[in-house]
């Protein structure tokens, strides 16, 4: 079971790669990858949502994303599969849209 179990409103996966090119005299190219697999990672965002759920959205954040940055499993919406995963930013976006209603964002790491 996922130890964070609040369901945004979407989910936009990034897969992300990183590549090294190297240039030859005869001027080919090669590239090769950095990191044997992809790194993926997931945005998360939830509308319209009541105050009491942001507070408690916020204060899972503080908690993981505090001191050395641990990592949590979470449970990916679109395919069902509980990941490994970490904040990926210091910022947690929590917008103010009306009267105890906001709007949070925040991305996610897979943990390798």
């Known amino acids: 079971m996922a130890d964070f179990t609040t369901s945004g409103d979407y989910v936009i996966e990034k897969i992300q790669q ?3 090119e190297s240039e030859f ?3 080919s190219v090669q590239r090769r990858s950095l990191w044997g697999t992809p790194r993926r990672g997931w945005e998360e965002g939830f509308n319209g949502r009541q105050k009491s759920e942001m507070i408690t959205i916020r204060d ?5 994303a505090s ?3 641990p990592s ?3 449970n990916n919406p679109n395919d069902g599969v509980d ?3 970490y904040f990926k930013e210091d910022t947690l976006e929590i917008e ?3 009267p105890e209603l906001f709007n949070i ?3 996610l790491i897979q943990v390798k």
């Open 105 to 107: 964002k925040f991305e």
């Open 67 to 69: 001191g050395d940055v």
């Open 72 to 74: 949590f499993t979470w």
């Open 18 to 20: 990183s590549f090294v």
């Open 25 to 27: 005299e005869n001027g």
């Open 83 to 85: 990941y490994t995963v």
């Open 96 to 98: 103010p849209i009306g």
């Open 60 to 64: 899972f954040y503080l908690l993981k």
